[in-house]
């Protein structure tokens, strides 16, 4: 992706291929855009992947990245080449900024002398603890043993072991090659992470000691940008309309982000426990994410007619304007980055069912250390569910989650405005950017 600034010199963009990476990349494209009410200033530039569509079907995510990494650094090259002979010369390139999982464009653009920047899109905490599980791999400890699970890290307080940002896709040996290559920067001037100060200043502080580059963090990117349509999923607006018959604070949003998946006996008891809360709920459940069903066919017919006057299912919403919307008192939300930023930039408190990966690390931060989360852990089971569910949207505990976390949306508010840290940390990637 291409944007051109207003020196005439190209910025190029690559985002990865996943929603919760795309998202952040459009936003940050989108904000520094010098005109981004029209866009006319995008180019968008399809890299081939060399992937089959065997190979796009396998589960295990990270073999996947790893693939696309070695297959697309050809195809870049070309594409950047190309571009020198037909379309703008090299020099006329300022810089790329590139997601720390598509590492494959900052080794070519190293070699054509363009400046480089990452973009990391999970959290500073994540970020940081990464190396860990490369020592503990190295002294034989993972598979984490049950008996180390619930200790805590040392020096990464809150986090236990068992919160550590491990992949549960596919193989350990490909996952922990990934760790390490999205954690080198190699050459990049630079890194950009969709964060906010005041929630992680302590990771933050971390990080600059391990990176000797500057780091810009510059979040909740989503507010910075808030116009950018970026769903790789047709949005269900029907649901905005549901949400306005409905009294304030009174919904509880449920959705598992892009990628999770959910077999028949979770499904089931996800959908009793919302039943018997008798709480209103919106729910996404995206197409294929049931294996063995397409959609909500499988779903009991007695469930159905139980929450039909106050339920709305839909395969994909506009998450930002649910969790704006003023009947939404809580989100139940696997914790991806983007969906706690999300929740947070708009004062909504969270029942945690963290699946995977940076997910585990989000949901410990949310629950133990912003404490605007509830956590749910272990099997999924009606009743637990149904006590969450009334816990948060009932009853004071989870009022005071709700306070604290619209005190936090506060916090946000002064760090993207006038003098705060994004909007400091932005005009200095800006300055850095006009001096490549
Ligand atoms: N999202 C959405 N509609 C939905 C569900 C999710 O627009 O019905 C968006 C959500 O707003 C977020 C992204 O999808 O920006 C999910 O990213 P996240 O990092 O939370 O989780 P992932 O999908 O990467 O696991």
């Not at 073999?63 to 195809?75: K, M, Q």
């Not at 909740?220 to 808030?226: D, F, N």
């Amino acid at each position: 992706m291409e944007s051109e600034g207003r020196n005439g010199k190209k910025l190029i963009l690559v985002p990865g291929p996943f929603q919760g990476h795309l998202t952040p990349m459009l936003q940050l494209a989108t904000i520094l855009n010098p005109d981004s009410s029209a866009h006319p200033n995008f180019t968008f530039l399809c890299i081939p992947d060399g992937l089959s569509e065997e190979e796009v079907r396998n589960p295990d995510l990270m073999g996947i990245v790893l693939r696309l990494n070695v297959n697309c650094e050809s195809s870049f090259r070309e594409c950047l080449t190309r571009g020198t002979n037909h379309m703008e010369p090299v020099d006329k390139i300022c810089c790329i900024i590139y997601d720390a999982f598509v590492y494959f464009s900052e080794a070519v653009v190293r070699d054509l002398k363009i400046p480089s920047i990452a973009l990391h899109t999970s959290s500073a905490a994540t970020t940081i603890v990464r190396p860990i599980l490369l020592q503990l791999k190295a002294q034989g400890h993972i598979p984490i043993p049950d008996s180390m699970l619930q200790a805590l890290v040392p020096l990464h307080r809150p986090l236990r072991f068992k919160d550590l940002p491990l992949s549960n896709f596919g193989s350990l040996d490909y996952f922990l090659e990934l760790v390490v290559l999205v954690s080198n920067i190699r050459s990049s001037s630079a890194i950009i992470f969709n964060m906010i100060h005041c929630l992680e200043e302590s990771p933050l502080a971390q990080l600059h000691q391990q990176f000797q580059v500057p780091i810009f963090a510059i979040g909740p990117l989503h507010k910075l940008a808030p116009t950018s349509a970026v769903s790789l999923l047709q949005e269900d607006t029907g649901c905005i309309s549901w949400l306005d018959k409905q009294t304030h604070n009174s919904v509880i949003y449920v959705s598992l982000g892009s990628i999770a998946h959910l077999d028949q006996d979770q499904l089931s008891e996800m959908a009793w426990g919302l039943a018997n809360s008798k709480q209103p709920f919106l729910w996404v459940i995206r197409p294929g994410s049931i294996p063995g069903s397409e959609w909500i066919e499988s779903m009991d017919e007695e469930f159905k007619e139980c929450v039909k006057d106050r339920a709305c299912i839909v395969k994909w919403a506009p998450q930002k304007k649910v969790l704006a919307h003023d009947a939404v008192g809580g989100f139940w939300s696997h914790c991806g980055w983007n969906s706690t930023l999300e929740s947070i930039g708009e004062g909504v408190p969270i029942i945690c069912q963290p699946c995977f990966g940076d997910q585990n690390v989000n949901a410990r931060y949310l629950t133990h250390e912003w404490k605007v989360g509830l956590e749910l852990e272990g099997e999924i089971e009606r009743g637990t569910v149904e006590r969450a569910v009334r816990t948060l949207m009932k009853e004071k505990e989870g009022e005071e989650m709700r306070q604290r976390v619209l005190d936090l949306k506060h916090k946000v508010e002064v760090s993207i405005g006038d003098g705060g840290y994004s909007s400091h940390y932005l005009s200095e990637l800006v300055e850095l950017l006009t001096s490549f």
